[in-house]
């Protein structure tokens, strides 16, 4: 059974850090990532990373300021979150995708969802 728990949401001010982790059980995840949904908003896509050579692709948005990782003998993956700011303001969801490409970027990609973790930042 697939199971993805997210932790390390919370609150920070502008230009904080925070780091999420994503605890994964069941088959090995060879894509995995993480999208977001604030308020009123689609969920969007943020990062994902590959597990046999590590590429990873970043939205927009959080490139040069999120990096994320992945250890894959815990089978966990990372976000490290820094200069963050309100609009990163969401809840972020790990994911488990189906393969790397360009359909990752998109819910469609999307295997298997986290429960969410709040993130909250304040001006």
């Known amino acids: 059974q697939v199971q993805l728990v997210e932790s390390g949401g919370g609150l920070v001010q502008a230009g904080g850090s925070l780091r999420l982790s994503c605890a994964a059980s069941g088959p090995t995840f060879h894509v995995m990532g993480w999208f977001r949904q604030a308020p009123g908003k689609e969920r969007e896509f943020v990062a994902a990373?590959?597990?046999?050579?590590?590429?990873?692709d970043y939205a927009d948005s959080v490139k040069g300021r999120f990096t994320i990782s992945r250890a894959n003998a815990k089978n966990t993956v990372y976000l490290q979150m820094n200069s963050l700011e309100p609009e990163d303001t969401a809840v972020y969801y790990c994911v488990k995708l189906r393969n790397y490409g360009t359909l990752m970027r998109t819910t469609a990609g999307v295997d298997y969802w986290g429960q969410g973790t709040q993130v909250t930042v304040s001006s």
């Open positions: 990373i590959s597990r046999s050579i590590g590429n990873t």
